[in-house]
């Protein structure tokens, strides 16, 4: 049996940006934490995405607490500049990152929580579940009906183009992933884009931003929509179930560039007939490769406590971050937690700032009892 080898007030596990910034805000109490990450290197996350990934955010509105991301505010920075950014984030804050960490289980045991991590055995009395909302590849189940001549990606194996055989390519998903992804390929040969289209964000490609968005390091636009449009607005819970129901809206894209690009959109794929997929109008599309950016499933499988209740899907039941069955359990950055921005760079520090309050409200209520 394994022993206890560490006790620490609050074990955060994931040093994604959520992570960080989570740690940023636990630094500023008198209070015991670390970071477990099972990445080699901080901002991995970022890294392995797909070699041309720039933010659909521009750098002004891409910082995390207390750092400004390095950049003109109306820069669009590279994955691998954001991945560099959260790595000295984490080095100026000191933050107490332990890498090459990856947690398997977590459980309840009396009043405190037990981790275990490869040989270590971990003690915590709050846990913040900060490990990303995209964990596993979704994809269709009709998908391994596909002939075997053709060639399938996930969005996140994608790389580059020439991972792909020539020939023509079906792009899944019509998101921002697809829709980008879908651009790059069209430049040498013929895509097909299959989705609904969920109309677009307006476009911020241009030098020429609307200034108001950054006034006062970007306070006003975190008012609006981390403020603004949380799950206890009326707006905010509109557009919370309108992206559940029919798709995020494309973000500095839109659905001209994809025309300029000459990809052809089409409807749903509906299932595969004799090796190649059919679509919603009943079409049947002959292509060498078929990218599926159909987004990814949650996977918290790995923890076994009795307060937490799941969805349909999987996903955990949490009023803002907060597990309320589950006193000390917390969850960071996922879609819509608190806000329509919950899942993105300047939305998680207004959120890692709410559950560092409600862990410091815990901690001094059991100090007075
Ligand atoms: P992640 O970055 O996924 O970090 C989670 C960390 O947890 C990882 O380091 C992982 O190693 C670790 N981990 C996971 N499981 C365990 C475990 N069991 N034990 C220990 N460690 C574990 N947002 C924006 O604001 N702007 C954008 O332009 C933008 N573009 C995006 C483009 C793509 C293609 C995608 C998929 C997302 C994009 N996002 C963007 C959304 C979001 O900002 C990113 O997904 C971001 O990486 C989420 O940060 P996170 O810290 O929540 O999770």
């Known amino acids: 049996t394994k022993r206890i080898t560490q006790h620490v007030e609050t074990v955060v596990i994931g040093g994604g940006q959520a ?30 995405r797909w070699d041309s990934l720039r933010l659909f955010i521009p750098a002004g509105l891409s910082s995390l607490p207390g750092m400004p991301f390095p950049a003109a505010n109306t820069y669009f920075p590279t994955k691998d500049e954001m991945a560099d950014y959260l790595e000295a984030y984490s ?64 969005s996140s194996e994608y790389q580059s183009p020439d991972q792909l055989p020539k020939g023509d390519v079906l792009v899944v998903g019509a998101g921002n992933s697809g829709a980008e992804i879908a651009i790059e390929l069209a430049a040498d040969r013929c895509v097909w884009l299959s989705g609904q289209n969920t109309g677009h964000l307006p476009q911020w490609d241009s030098d020429d931003l609307p200034r108001w968005l950054f006034w006062f390091d970007g306070c006003l636009f975190e008012w609006l929509f981390s403020d603004l449009l949380t799950v206890d607005t009326w707006v905010g819970r509109k557009l919370k179930a309108r992206g559940k129901d029919g798709g995020d809206p494309l973000i500095r894209l839109t659905p001209e560039d994809l025309q300029q690009a000459g990809v052809k959109r089409v409807p749903r794929v509906k299932g595969v007939v004799d090796g ?92 007075t009892d």
């Open 91 to 154: 080095d100026q804050f000191d933050l107490p990152v332990q890498l090459d960490t990856t947690v398997e289980s977590l459980i309840r045991n009396g009043d405190r929580y037990v981790l275990d991590a490869g040989t270590q055995r971990i003690a915590a009395d709050h846990v913040v579940v900060a490990t990303g909302p995209y964990h596993h590849p979704n994809v269709p189940r009709f998908a391994p009906g596909l002939a075997p001549s053709i060639t399938q990606l996930h």
């Open 276 to 367: 190649t997929p059919r679509l919603n109008n009943g079409r049947r599309l002959d292509v060498a490769a078929v990218i599926w950016a159909t987004g990814f499933r949650q996977d918290f499988s790995w923890i076994e406590v009795p307060g937490l209740s799941r969805d349909d899907d999987g996903s955990p039941i949490h009023d803002r971050g907060v597990v309320e069955d589950e006193p000390g359990l917390y969850f960071l950055g996922l879609p819509f937690q608190r806000s329509l921005l919950s899942a993105t760079l300047v939305g998680v520090g207004a959120d890692a700032r709410y559950l560092a309050t409600q862990i410091q409200t815990r901690t001094d209520a059991d100090e």
């Open 19 to 48: 992570g960080l910034a989570m740690g940023y805000y636990l630094a500023q109490h008198d209070h015991s934490f670390v970071i477990l990450d099972a990445g080699s290197r901080v901002g991995n996350a970022w890294r392995n």
